[in-house]
């Protein structure tokens, strides 16, 4: 699926069109949280450069490494009950840290370790308004830095990362495909005191070093023969994440912080119950009317006008839907037998973990649940590999699910056993270990 891909550092606002060439960029005076100037300068450079009508696809917006802190997560598993919230909160508050001027959560990636995402608070707020002002669809929001693992290898190998976004120059520790450190690197630095730095970091609680570096807008950086110095070969961040931002497995992880963060305001997810949404999509339609009155120069009122008496019959017509679906009355329930109500599988948010050494397991099941339609935000490893019986374990408010979901996995797993008590601060609704009589 095709879409916009946004960005906006060093005064610079881009758009481009993923898999094609079209782009154009503009410099704005101003930051993000202006949303009015960066909503109105947005929708010109897409009338600018995809017509005077462009369509309303996806927007992805990518974050700079300025407003996002990531750090990883490590549990000793001799530790007992560690309650991950809290020391989450730690980590950050060790790092000076307001608290209260973030979202932050975090998302396993590996036995014991959790990828921790944090971010400004003003800053995902101001990208939420624009696109409620535009009335587009937000597909995602992406820290492009954690796409760069993705980038050097499948496998999580270990690497330092040189950046230079146009404004400011960081350095960044991966491993297991993800980022463990992020800092912003001081542009007065020559080349010895850089590699020392990097001869620091390289060595950071690790027994061998990290040999491998990767730059990214610094082609010319220099260091001893002992590093595996290597130029990622991109331009921009657009031509970086333009393949990333369209790849349904990237967009469902915890790369997307719409799947890993919480919201500003409680999020408004489709209810379990299937029932249709045109509410919501009456009040996109009057969003992109403003939106497309406000860039044409043209009268609001004029437009919607047109439209009122459509948009109002929309939404009576859902609402009496919507109460005769979810209201039976009670003569009529006690009178006949009640209609099973049927789910909504995309509404799970589910995390896959291999629990047995058959290689490809968790892939294997993501695919078959993504067919079934359901979504699955990552998949991952099990702390044991000796498991015989699959366990699926529900978040207590998403229990009603499991019987439609053991039905759904019954012709990959025999032996399945079905718990309760996820937690639900964890970014997923349902975690399934697959097991195996193979393993």
């Known amino acids: 699926m095709q879409g916009y891909i946004v960005s906006f550092q060093n005064n610079l606002l881009k758009v481009s069109l993923a898999g094609s060439d079209l782009h154009s960029k503009k410099k704005v005076k101003g930051s993000i949280t202006d949303t009015a100037l960066i909503t109105e300068e947005l929708g010109q450079l897409l009338l600018d450069e995809f017509g005077p009508d462009p369509t309303k696809l996806p927007l992805n917006f990518l974050i700079s490494p300025a407003d996002i802190h990531l750090n990883f997560l490590t549990i000793d598993k001799n530790a007992g009950g560690v309650e991950l919230y809290d020391l989450a909160r730690e980590k950050l508050v060790s790092q000076g840290l307001n608290i209260e001027s973030l979202y932050f959560s975090y998302q396993k990636i590996a036995p014991f370790v959790y990828q921790l995402v944090a971010i400004k608070k003003e800053i995902l707020d101001a990208y939420l308004q624009i ?141 379990p119950l299937m029932y249709v949404g045109g509410v919501a999509a009456a009040a996109l339609l009057v969003l992109g ?51 099973p109500v049927e789910l909504n599988r995309a509404y799970l948010r589910i995390r896959v973990e291999n629990g047995t050494n058959v290689g490809g397991l968790a892939g294997r099941t993501r695919d078959h649940l993504v067919e079934a339609g359901y979504e699955v935000v990552s998949i991952g490893d099990a702390e044991e590999s000796d498991h015989v019986t699959t366990v699926i374990s529900f978040t207590p408010a998403n229990a009603i699910y499991k019987d439609l979901l053991v039905s759904d996995l019954d012709e990959l797993f025999g032996d399945i056993e079905v718990q309760e008590n996820l937690n639900e601060e964890l970014g997923y609704d349902v975690l399934i270990i697959a097991g195996s009589d193979d393993g």
């Open 131 to 271: 696109v409620n002002e535009m009335g587009f669809e937000l597909r995602s929001i992406v820290p492009w830095v954690l796409l760069l693992p993705k980038y050097i290898s499948k496998s999580g190998e270990p690497a330092i990362f040189v950046l230079d976004n146009g404004e400011h120059k960081y350095l960044a520790l991966s491993e297991l495909g993800g980022i463990y450190h992020l800092g912003p690197l001081d542009q007065t630095k020559v080349s010895g005191e850089l590699e020392e730095l990097i001869q620091k970091l390289s060595v950071y609680q690790r027994n061998t070093p990290i040999t491998n570096i990767y730059t990214f807008n610094i082609p010319d950086l220099k260091l001893s023969k002992k590093y595996n110095v290597k130029v990622i070969g991109f331009e921009d961040v657009h031509t970086l994440v333009e393949n990333e931002v369209t790849d349904e497995a990237l967009l469902n992880s915890q790369v997307n912080l719409l799947n890993l963060l919480p919201r500003p305001e409680p999020e408004k997810r489709i209810s």
């Open 289 to 339: 009317i403003l939106w497309l009155a406000k860039v044409n120069g043209e009268s609001v009122d004029q437009l919607t006008q047109e439209t009122t008496e459509t948009t109002s019959a929309t939404i009576t017509e859902v609402t009496e839907s919507t109460e005769s679906t979810v209201s039976v009355p009670v003569e009529e329930e006690q009178a006949e037998e009640t209609t």
